[in-house]
């Protein structure tokens, strides 16, 4: 065998091992999307920049697997229905009232989740301010106040669910919802900021201290000036 043979095998093998050790990229991951109207918007970020209160890893696969097959499912059970017409938020609304749930488990999870990543800034401001801040004193007391209350209500949902902190007229709430559902069926909430508490969420992090997991995004993620763009007037 050649020198220059040699070589090439020792550097072929070299950067196959250099590769198996890297990250997988969204685009390995991410579900091929099924054809239809309803598209996943891109991150706000990158997903290295939530670390470490969200590890890379967790938000490739959170996005690139769970967030994009609730969207292909979605697109695959809407064909040629009355839905492929309607906005996602119409979507989850209107199939909220039908009894085979998969298209409104898929609907709402898909919107839950475009919510969920705008939410979040890397190094974002640690407290909102002006309006949003006011109506939270009024409503809780105090920011500290608020986040416990979040916590404990959203560290307490049995298995799957959502923690939402919504808008009820001139108040704000903390809400609590089970498996993928939301608050827009109620029709008498704004939703402000949702907390997944799946385990694809939190769980490859932070194991079962699914508190830690939630006073963390609390604490260090949350882009205060999205939430406060929620607020109806």
């Known amino acids: ?16 091992a250099t590769a198996a050790m890297l990250p997988m990229s969204r685009h390995v ?20 920049q939530l670390a470490p209160t969200i590890s890379t890893r967790t938000v490739t696969l959170h996005f690139g697997r769970h967030h994009a097959a609730y969207f292909a499912a979605l697109n695959t059970l809407t064909k040629d229905t009355k839905y ?27 919107w839950n989740h475009n919510l969920y990543w705008a939410t979040f800034k890397p190094g974002g401001a640690k407290a909102p301010g ?10 809780f007391g105090s920011f500290d106040q608020m986040k416990i209350k979040l916590k404990g209500d959203t560290t307490a949902i049995f298995g799957s669910g959502w923690g939402w902190l919504a ?8 809400a609590t919802t089970p498996g993928g559902a939301n608050l827009l069926p109620r029709n008498t909430m704004t939703t402000l900021l949702g907390i997944d508490v ?4 939190y769980y490859l992090d932070y194991e079962n201290r699914r508190p830690d997991h939630i006073q963390a995004v ?8 999205v939430v406060a763009s929620r607020l109806k007037s």
Do not use: C, Y
């Open 29 to 48: 991951l991410a579900q091929a999307p099924a054809p239809g109207p309803f598209v996943q918007p891109p991150l706000p970020f990158l997903e290295p």
């Open 167 to 174: 808008q009820e007229g001139d108040k704000l709430v903390v």
């Open 84 to 110: 492929v017409a309607m906005t996602l938020e119409q979507v989850v609304v209107e199939s909220d009232k039908e009894t085979d749930r998969r298209i409104f488990n898929n609907a709402a999870q898909a």
């Open 130 to 139: 002006g309006k949003l801040l006011g109506m939270i004193n009024a409503s």
């Open 198 to 201: 799946w385990e694809h969420a």
């Open 1 to 16: 065998m050649s020198v220059i043979t040699r070589r090439a095998l020792v550097a072929s093998a070299a950067a196959a």
């Open 218 to 225: 609390l604490d260090n993620i949350i882009n205060w000036d």
